[in-house]
């Protein structure tokens, strides 16, 4: 493998990571909400299945411009405000992740798209499954 190639395959690594923490605090929000239980678990899965499933450049590029303004790499130290520079950071990223999936979900019911990255599109996917239940 080069080393751009395992450049940027640590940097999606490293990205992904960030994931669960981020999907759990989302949940957890609507969950402190006094939603039910049953959206707050649909809601995690729509976020699993739609988010981290792309190239995730969008969401890595805000990485890379934070390392380019700094003029260094972000640290992973906690600090006083209870998270670092690359949390801070990755939190922006992934809102732009978030972004896009939500422009690709909208697309898929607009143009009727049946496969999304070689797998059911999720509004499909849902509704068969809830018309599957009766």
């Given at each position: 493998?080069?080393?751009?190639?395992?450049?940027?395959?640590?940097?999606?690594?490293?990205?992904?990571?960030?994931?669960?923490?981020?999907?759990?605090?989302?949940?957890?929000?609507?969950?402190?909400?006094?939603?039910?239980?049953?959206?707050?678990?649909?809601?995690?899965?729509?976020?699993?299945?739609?988010?981290?499933?792309?190239?995730?450049?969008?969401?890595?590029?805000?990485?890379?411009?934070?390392?380019?303004?700094?003029?260094?790499?972000?640290?992973?130290?906690?600090?006083?405000?209870?998270?670092?520079?690359?949390y801070r950071a990755a939190?922006?990223?992934?809102?732009?992740?978030?972004?896009?999936?939500?422009?690709?979900?909208?697309?898929?019911?607009?143009?009727?798209?049946?496969?999304?990255?070689?797998?059911?599109?999720?509004?499909?996917?849902?509704?068969?499954?809830?018309?599957?239940?009766?």
């Amino acid at each position: 493998m080069s080393d751009a190639k395992s450049k940027s395959a640590a940097q999606k690594a490293r990205f992904l990571a960030v994931w669960p923490k981020i999907k759990s605090e989302l949940v957890a929000h609507l969950e402190s909400n006094g939603m039910p239980e049953d959206i707050c678990a649909w809601f995690g899965k729509s976020l699993d299945y739609n988010t981290p499933g792309g190239k995730l450049n969008r969401g890595i590029s805000v990485i890379d411009t934070a390392e380019i303004l700094l003029g260094r790499p972000l640290n992973d130290e906690v600090d006083a405000k209870g998270s670092s520079e690359y949390y801070r950071a990755a939190i922006l990223g992934w809102g732009v992740e978030l972004l896009q999936a939500y422009f690709l979900v909208s697309d898929d019911m607009m143009d009727g798209s049946i496969t999304r990255r070689g797998q059911p599109c999720w509004w499909g996917f849902f509704f068969c499954s809830k018309a599957g239940q009766g």
